[in-house]
Nanobody, 125 residues
């Protein structure tokens, strides 16, 4: 699976951004697509994931209600809509994919084999 993330940039606090992750390379049945972020000096953290078949979504408590993950099965693209952004949301954002994830594995960085290159999000105060 090849992943290409885009959509990052500079935004003021309270603003919104939508990240995109274009996927290619295989059929997506059974795939879970996730969004993660990593700030300087911090570990990479899970934000949200979506099951390609059926569209079940999963969120970290820290972004629930502000971020929304969705997918377009025609364009093979996953989106992360980010609203009410805060300076602490500044980080490099990554999309990732894996096959056959269930339960707590969906939320774990280590579960995902396929990663995009990352896109920088900077939120100014």
């Amino acid at each position: 699976v090849q992943l290409q993330a885009s959509g990052g940039g500079l935004v003021q606090a309270g603003g919104s951004l939508r990240l995109s992750c274009a996927a290619s390379g295989r059929t997506f049945s059974g795939v879970v697509m996730g969004w993660f972020r990593q700030a300087p000096g911090k570990e990479r953290e899970f934000l949200a994931a979506i099951r390609w078949t059926g569209g079940t979504t999963y969120y970290a408590d820290s972004v629930k209600g502000r971020f929304a993950i969705s997918r377009d099965t025609i364009k093979n693209t996953v989106y992360l809509q980010m609203n009410s952004l805060k300076p602490e949301d500044s980080a490099i954002y990554y999309c990732a994919a894996e096959v056959g994830l269930y339960g707590s594995a969906v939320y774990s960085v280590r579960s995902y084999r396929y990663w995009g290159q990352g896109t920088q999000v900077t939120v100014s105060s």
